[in-house]
């Protein structure tokens, strides 16, 4: 069977984005930057042959990808493919955890991050979830072309998951909004093809890239 091509893509750019607050399983509204993003992505995409268009079933996904498909396309929202569930961090900045949580937060940190934060979910529970999706795309449109709208830390994840990365290492690459990221699945096997693609959003200026 040819390989199965999965484009995963993050919701555009939320103003808790760019005031640093960690979202996960809470929302905020996309900014204009982020607007004009979704609106880039469904350019990009208008020229590729995608079988399915698949989102988180959070706002700032469904948003995005609604752009990205138009008011005919069909869309599939799936709460497995939601960020991960941080607790009692979520809506606060880093300053802030540390400052109404410091006991739970220098425990989050000490661990790397990868055991869950109070109330919250661990790396390999949003991993778990994260692949079994990913296994039932694979299923579902072997052979084709899948995008999928979805969030930082579920790239973060799958791109250790493929590479072998420990998921204890210090992140030493970017998660750009609204960028492809491009993997292939073959015989068994996970492959990057493309990461952190943001050639669509040429000339726009937003946090990731506010200096173009």
């Known amino acids: 069977m040819p390989a199965t091509r999965l484009i995963i893509i993050r919701h555009g750019e939320t103003e808790w984005n760019v005031e640093g607050r960690l979202m996960g399983q809470l929302d905020s509204r996309l900014t204009p930057a982020g607007v004009a993003q979704a609106g880039r992505l469904a350019g990009r995409l208008g020229g590729v042959n995608v079988h399915a268009l698949y989102s988180s079933d959070l706002g700032r ?14 869309l599939v929202s799936d709460d497995r493919l939601r ?8 809506g606060l900045t880093v300053a802030e955890m540390r400052s109404l949580h410091p006991q739970a937060r220098a425990e989050y940190e ?13 790396v390999m529970q949003h991993l778990s979830r994260t692949v079994d999706f990913l296994h039932d795309a694979v299923a579902r449109h072997g052979g084709g072309t899948v995008a999928v709208v979805t969030h930082g830390g579920m790239l973060r994840t799958l791109l250790q998951y493929v590479l072998g990365i420990p998921y204890t ?40 890239h506010p200096n173009v």
């Not at 996904?61 to 069909?74: D, N, P």
């Not at 992140?171 to 015989?187: C, D, E, H, I």
């Open 61 to 74: 996904a469904e948003t995005t990808a609604q752009t990205i498909v138009g008011e005919s396309g069909s």
């Open 83 to 90: 960020e991960r569930h941080m607790g009692i961090f979520q």
């Open 110 to 122: 000490t661990r790397g991050g990868v055991a869950a934060a109070p109330e919250g979910e661990s």
């Open 169 to 208: 290492a210090t992140l030493r690459f970017r998660r750009p909004n609204a960028a492809l990221n491009v993997f292939t699945y073959q015989s068994g096997r996970w492959e990057l093809d493309t990461w952190g693609d943001v050639a669509h959003l040429d000339g726009l200026s937003a946090l990731d």
